[in-house]
């Protein structure tokens, strides 16, 4: 059923942001042939010499547009953010909800798959915007043919001289893998916890419940960073005190994994501490209006 | 006989308001019965509950003997007064969506009465109008294959000629081993495919009785002994 319910949602997700995703990166290649124009415009004019308005307005436009575009994309993880926590809503708290909730499925399922859609859309979404970066870095900051190599040297640079470094002092793949790990945990729990509030805010206000959430997940979010910072500030203390005499980079570097790992831990905690009192409110309080 | 649902001491309160106070309810099955009540007798409140959509005060409900929960929605198919189908969904979309989800559906049934309704399936649901979207989701509802039908208000603001179509086809999908709870106040119209009737006011079961016993013992149409009974 769960998988089910997944291909559901996703299908209902994708309708709004599959066609975002494609404008981003539309958006992206646009900013980067508009940046190019500009810099070109701009060499142009020093080489020349003397520039006509014509010039001079096209080149404001475009790095206008540029830096719209720009801004566009960066907000763009904000709508994706946005339409994934509209969908919860209307599928649980909106009409939609009469469909939802007579489905014969267990609470747990129908959160998962709203976990898990959710999460998938945001990943892509970052790596739509990285992939766009990518490409206004590489295509869109050169007057020099068409490739940026400095930018493209720098990338080489990391792999090559940097990284083989950084392998002398820290456990590289064991790393990478704690922060993806850790960034998941971190992405379910801060998911879970606007989904909470979407689902608080709807039992406490009868009307306004999108403002009711709004406000709903700044308190908790209020609630949740005196929680993590008492946490760290006990965990760092615990593991400070082991680690006074930290004189080599290993010894900060294991030290750092340490703290990281603790990250995970509270971030786990509170992904399933949301998830059990949506869970517990949908099954023992439900009120659909 | 056997019963398929069973309330017992069901209270619902919101907030100072008692919508449901202490209902005793046991239906049999294989009946047709109408939850007859004035508006804000309690109707809808106790078709949600027993659908799972609220949570009572107090009080238990059993359907086939099971608590309400994810093993009775499977046996339920529940009618809302309102439509809950996604705008952006079409006809197909919604008959794909009641397949993977109710093992009970019967897809030929459903797609016989659309053809019946001329509903393209590639329509969207915002394309439709409100009572074309009302008749697909009663399509889809009694196109389940379930063990208890809850309407709620299946026939309200609908023309006359749109009344007939729905009672013919809750009638004419109606399965002998089911039991269906229709929720109205139009009583004329429901009264004809009646076996039982519960009278609800102000959160109070008030009768349950049988159409064919009021005839028979008062010499009423139920339509009559309503209008004598709620009267303002």
């Known amino acids: ?289 | 006989m056997q019963s398929i649902l069973e309330v017992r001491a069901l209270s619902k309160r919101y907030g100072s308001t008692l919508a449901l106070n202490n209902v005793d309810i046991t239906l049999p099955k294989g009946k047709i019965i109408g939850l007859l009540g004035p508006n804000g007798s309690g109707k809808t409140t106790l078709l949600k509950i027993v659908a799972g959509l609220l949570t009572p005060t107090s009080g238990i409900v059993l359907v086939d003997n099971q608590p309400v929960g994810e093993g009775t929605k499977a046996l339920i198919s529940y009618l809302p007064e309102r439509t809950y189908l996604p705008d952006w969904m079409t006809v197909e979309d919604c008959l794909e969506y009641f397949t993977d989800f109710y093992a009970d559906f019967d897809m030929a049934r459903a797609r016989e009465m659309l053809a019946r309704l001329n509903v393209p399936a590639d329509k969207r649901m915002k394309q439709l109008s409100k009572g074309t979207r009302e008749k697909m989701q009663l399509v889809l509802v009694m196109s389940r294959r379930a063990k208890l039908y809850l309407l709620d208000e299946p026939i309200g603001g609908v023309d006359p000629a749109t009344r007939d179509y729905i009672l013919d086809t809750i009638i004419g999908n109606y399965d002998n081993e089911a039991t269906i709870l229709i929720s109205t106040h139009l009583i004329a119209d429901v009264e004809k495919v009646l076996d039982e009737f519960l009278f609800l006011k102000d959160g109070v079961i008030t009768m349950h009785d049988t159409t064919d016993n009021v005839r028979a013992t008062q010499g009423k149409s139920l339509d009559e002994l309503f209008r004598e009974v709620f009267r303002c």
């Not at chain 1, 908790?220 to 008492?230: E, L």
Request: aromatic share 10%.
């Open chain 1, 1 to 289: 059923m769960l998988k089910k319910l997944m291909k559901h949602d996703f299908r209902a997700l994708s309708r709004t942001l599959f066609p975002l995703q494609i404008g981003i990166l539309g958006g992206g290649i646009v900013a980067t042939l508009l940046t190019t124009l500009t810099i070109r415009l701009n060499d142009t004019s020093a080489s020349v010499g003397g520039s006509s308005f014509v010039r001079g307005l096209i080149m404001a436009i475009s790095a206008t547009a540029a830096v719209l575009i720009g801004v566009a994309i960066m907000a763009s993880a904000l709508v994706t953010l946005l339409l994934i926590c509209y969908h919860f809503y209307r599928s649980f708290l909106g009409d939609e909800g009469y469909l939802t909730f007579t489905l014969p499925v267990s609470t747990s399922k129908l959160i998962w798959s709203k976990l898990l859609t959710g999460m998938f859309w945001t990943l892509i979404n970052a790596v739509v915007v990285v992939i766009t970066l990518l490409i206004f870095s590489v295509f869109g900051t050169t007057s020099n043919g068409i490739v940026n190599t400095d930018v493209l040297n720098a990338f080489r640079t990391f792999f090559t001289d940097i990284l083989p470094q950084a392998t002398q002092y820290v456990n590289v793949p064991l790393v990478s893998v704690e922060i993806v790990v850790i960034g998941i945990i971190a992405l379910a729990a801060q998911m879970l916890e606007i989904y909470f509030a979407i689902v608080v805010g709807g039992q406490v206000a009868k009307k306004h419940r999108i403002l009711a959430a709004i406000g709903m997940y700044l308190l908790i979010n209020m609630g949740v960073g005196i929680v993590s910072t008492t946490f760290m500030s006990l965990v760092t203390l615990g593991e400070g005190v082991s680690s006074l005499a930290l004189n080599t980079v290993q010894e900060v570097s294991t030290f750092m994994t340490s703290i990281f790992g603790w990250y995970g831990v509270l971030f786990a905690g509170l992904a399933v501490l949301f998830f059990f009192l949506i869970r517990s409110i949908f099954k023992k309080n439900l009120n659909l209006q």
